[in-house]
């Protein structure tokens, strides 16, 4: 990758899954004009690997091939991370780099951090100090270890300021910047696919007026038949209010047709679609009615929108959604998401605010606060 100046070394930023990719290319784009920063080098873990869930995101991102990937695809959480951390230690051997950028709560953030720790290499976690309080998700147990293994927290809202402090993270290490997922949907909106043409590839003439959107892919909703039915059961009853797109994580299809579920979501008002591009996935959350979702992303793009959300899970790791957005965390509670996809569809639903410095430029604030950091920053021993 290009760099606006020649500063020595490298900086090794480091993706893996889908919910990356939309963080990570505002950050290279701004890395790269930004005047002291070392070349950005891209590593890619390969957790996710379908064409569908990876490359079309590339491309609609503008994200650039990855000089490095680790193809280390799907296994379970132990083994897949340790996989990582396996093939991402030479990468830090041989580069060296002046520090390690990851972005998230994957299982790729969390091994790449652990193996550059170990090294001595500073790492800077985007999107740093998010909690949801619940242990049981994957995600959190992430989120936690990265951020006690950082030197440098980016964060998205305040909330993450009182939970890193809570944890002992000093206040030093710790930058409010502002959301670079929202640096991506300013980026991209204008090239925003219309939901029309999504439609008219799928022959659905099944919203001629307003319509919501579905995604479903969290272990705690898709993973057992008993909550899995659940959920699908909900959104045919909602469908009955409003036609349903549901853009579907290969998670999320392999355990609806292994569970023997299809038959669910069999309904003219029920599109069933593979997972969405990025501008595609754009088009639809930018125009629908109400989106029910259990992403974490999703939360923050709709509330970016000014679209209401219905999260279906027990817990926020982003409470400033509920706050200050259009989000409301409904679990899978059938009575209370009927009650309020009937007050959206008659009254909207809940409007929201645009948080502090959702603004399309936390990126280059990161670029600079960065570049500083490097610069004050006396040559490290090496482990
Ligand atoms: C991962 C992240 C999650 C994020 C999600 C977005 C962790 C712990 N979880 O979950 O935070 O919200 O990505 O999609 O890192 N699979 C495919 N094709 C792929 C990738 C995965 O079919 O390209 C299937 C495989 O059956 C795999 C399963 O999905 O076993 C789980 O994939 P994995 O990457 O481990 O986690 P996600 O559920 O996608």
Redesign the pocket.
Known sequence: MGNATDAPGFIVCVV????NYMKMAPLLQAFSAQPGLPRAVLVHTG????PM??DRLFSDLKLPRPDINLEV???T?AV?TAEVMRRFEPVLDELLPVCVVVV??????LACSVVAAKKGVPVAHVEAGLRSFDRSM??EI?RVVTDQLSSLLYTTEESAHANLAREGIPSERIAFVGNVMIDSLHSHRARAVPPEATFARAQWRGAPGPFGVVTL???SNVDQPQTLAECLDIVREVARRVPLVCAL???TM?NIASFGLAGKLTSERVLVLPPQGYLEMLGLMSAAAVVLTD???MQEETTALGVPCLTMRDNTERPITVEQGTNTVVGRDRGRILGLVGEILEHGGKRGRTPELWDGHAAERIAAHLSRWIAARPVPARI
């Open positions: 893996g899954a889908r919910p957790q996710h690997y379908d869930m990876n695809g799907s296994a959480h897949q998230g709560d994957i299982n790729s953030t994957p995600e992430n892919h969290r272990p994580h290969p998670r392999a992403s974490g992303g």
